[in-house]
């Protein structure tokens, strides 16, 4: 089994007619030739990691033309929300579906072979200090304890030999890979690889893949990478 990740599809948000619309539309720029890199890339069995930011799509219903056409891509897909998600809010209400082949985390993790996979969304921490407003506290604590949550979750599937990867939504390290509290959740947990997205031009300054404290970290924007996913695993 091969992993490889991506973010940042940001999959066009109109309410389209019918089904097909839905297709047509993704088809169109960018996302046509992330299609043909994916398909080339990735074979049944592999699973590909979706860091952030599918669809921009208001509403749960808006989406679904467009988690029905990932779902029809090959592999597993694993995907957590990001910022632009909107329709996120509604994962946890009755009668959500998502397609057979698509996992989203909220939270938690999941098991594939030779791997635990856990992820949130986490939130922006300023460089080199914390904003100091009470509100502002609030939602680290809050982003922080989300990721605890994950982090024990995959603890407890974890078996002897398997990587730990942490996906998550907002870059867990600053412009010169000066580690947030996120990354240092990661390195108490033993995490193996971290995948995060949010990041676009001309904010990124650190490399795509790189190691710190023995954790890979792999920024996987789409159209930061010229639409190829990235190999994790």
Known sequence: MKIYAVSGLHLPGEKAKKPADNYAVCLKGYAKELVKNWEAAVEEGDAVLISDDTSLAMHYEDA??????IGKLKGAKIIICGDKDYWRKI???AGFSL???VFALQNDSI??????????RGCTVKERQFETSEESLNLYRREIGN???????????????????????????????TDNIFASQFAKYNVTKAVYGHLREPHIQAPFHYVKKNIEYYQAGCGNA????????
């Open 111 to 120: 098991r594939f072979e030779g791997a635990v996979i856990c992820g949130t």
């Open 226 to 233: 010229d639409n190829i996913l990235i190999r994790v695993m």
């Open 64 to 69: 679904q033309g467009y988690l029905d056409f």
């Open 147 to 177: 990721l605890v949550a994950a982090l024990k979750s995959a603890a407890a599937k974890r078996r002897e030999g398997d990587v730990l990867i942490a996906m998550i939504h907002y870059s867990p390290v600053d412009s010169v890979i």
């Open 91 to 93: 994962m946890s209400k």
């Open 99 to 101: 397609p057979e082949s």
